[in-house]
């Protein structure tokens, strides 16, 4: 990061990629197979429980952190033969397809989100003619509170915690979703905008663990970690061809001031 160097840069996010395939598919798959393995479902004790404290945990975590400073090992071994099991495993079965599929789109809008949620509203706030910097920081733990508040709503929701309740919930979440997305990108109130992405914060909080418990429920255990980093594939060719067609500063359309594609002066590169 702190390199001039442009392949340095490259090498950079190329770790960076594996680093962040590792952290999203091999722990989940360890705690869903000593959860089953040590058959703590027998306990009580609900795996889907347990992802939306993980989630809430974790927006907790990201509060704290968001605050204004103005001062066992798996015998798996990666083969041909381990990413043949995996694909044949994606492609023969239509729900655990649809998850991949919604994994990439609603996975890849989030990081989208993530590059450009401050340009959005520093873009609507310009627009008012206002220079006052925004709270960053503060904005940023208003979203993690959001974000905490929907996997609290998927805990009390989900009752029952069977695929079809938490398959409702995902559906939900992604129309939602779909929905502030739509709106982030016509509205031109900065108010009217932040409640927006917090809404779609709220709903990254549901999605998680809603997603979690899923894939725990239709992927076995013993292709579970492959499985897992396959469906990481196209989220990050999804993410780079969106931001291929990315249009950043005074090239963006001005009849669309406010889009979340339009970086405003001086935003983040």
Same mark, same amino acid.
């Given at each position: 990061?702190?390199?001039?160097?442009?392949?340095?840069?490259?090498?950079?996010?190329?770790?960076?990629?594996?680093?962040?395939? *590792?952290? &999203? #598919?091999? $722990?989940?798959?360890? !705690?869903?197979?000593?959860?089953?393995?040590?058959? =703590?479902? +027998? @306990?009580?004790?609900?795996?889907?429980?347990?992802?939306?404290?993980?989630?809430?945990?974790?927006?907790?975590?990201?509060?704290?952190?968001?605050?204004?400073?103005?001062?066992?090992?798996?015998?798996?071994?990666?083969?041909?033969?381990?990413?043949?099991?995996?694909?044949?495993?994606?492609?023969?079965?239509?729900?655990?397809?649809?998850?991949?599929?919604?994994?990439?789109?609603?996975?890849?809008?989030?990081?989208?989100?993530?590059?450009?949620?401050?340009?959005?509203?520093?873009?609507?706030?310009?627009?008012?003619?206002?220079?006052?910097?925004?709270?960053?920081? *503060?904005? &940023? #733990?208003? $979203?993690?509170?959001? !974000?905490?508040?929907?996997?609290?709503?998927?805990? =009390?929701? +989900? @009752?029952?915690?069977?695929?079809?309740?938490?398959?409702?919930?995902?559906?939900?979440?992604?129309?939602?979703?779909?929905?502030?997305?739509?709106?982030?990108?016509?509205?031109?109130?900065?108010?009217?905008?932040?409640?927006?992405?917090?809404?779609?914060?709220?709903?990254?909080?549901?999605?998680?663990?809603?997603?979690?418990?899923?894939?725990?429920?239709?992927?076995?255990?013993?292709?579970?970690?492959?499985?897992?980093?396959?469906?990481?594939?196209?989220?990050?060719?999804?993410?780079?061809?969106?931001?291929?067609?990315?249009?950043?500063?005074?090239?963006?359309?001005?009849?669309?001031?406010?889009?979340?594609?339009?970086?405003?002066?001086?935003?983040?590169?």
């Amino acid at each position: 990061m702190l390199s001039d160097s442009l392949l340095v840069l490259f090498f950079g996010r190329l770790t960076g990629g594996v680093s962040t395939t *590792l952290l &999203f #598919s091999v $722990f989940e798959a360890w !705690m869903i197979s000593t959860y089953h393995e040590q058959g =703590l479902h +027998t @306990s009580g004790l609900e795996l889907s429980t347990v992802f939306g404290n993980m989630t809430t945990l974790s927006c907790m975590v990201a509060i704290a952190s968001g605050n204004e400073n103005f001062g066992k090992r798996s015998s798996e071994q990666t083969s041909l033969q381990d990413l043949k099991s995996g694909l044949s495993a994606i492609l023969g079965d239509a729900k655990i397809m649809s998850l991949g599929i919604t994994s990439c789109v609603f996975e890849g809008t989030m990081y989208l989100f993530i590059f450009f949620w401050s340009a959005a509203l520093a873009s609507a706030r310009s627009q008012v003619g206002s220079t006052d910097d925004l709270p960053f920081g *503060l904005i &940023f #733990s208003s $979203f993690m509170c959001a !974000m905490m508040t929907g996997s609290a709503i998927f805990t =009390l929701q +989900t @009752s029952t915690k069977t695929v079809q309740s938490t398959t409702d919930m995902l559906m939900t979440v992604t129309l939602v979703v779909a929905c502030c997305l739509s709106l982030a990108a016509m509205l031109q109130n900065e108010h009217l905008l932040f409640w927006a992405l917090c809404l779609l914060e709220g709903c990254v909080g549901a999605y998680f663990p809603s997603m979690a418990h899923l894939k725990s429920e239709l992927i076995e255990d013993g292709i579970r970690g492959r499985v897992y980093s396959i469906l990481r594939f196209p989220l990050n060719v999804f993410v780079v061809v969106a931001h291929s067609l990315d249009v950043e500063g005074k090239q963006a359309p001005e009849s669309s001031p406010s889009s979340l594609t339009q970086t405003s002066s001086g935003g983040n590169n």
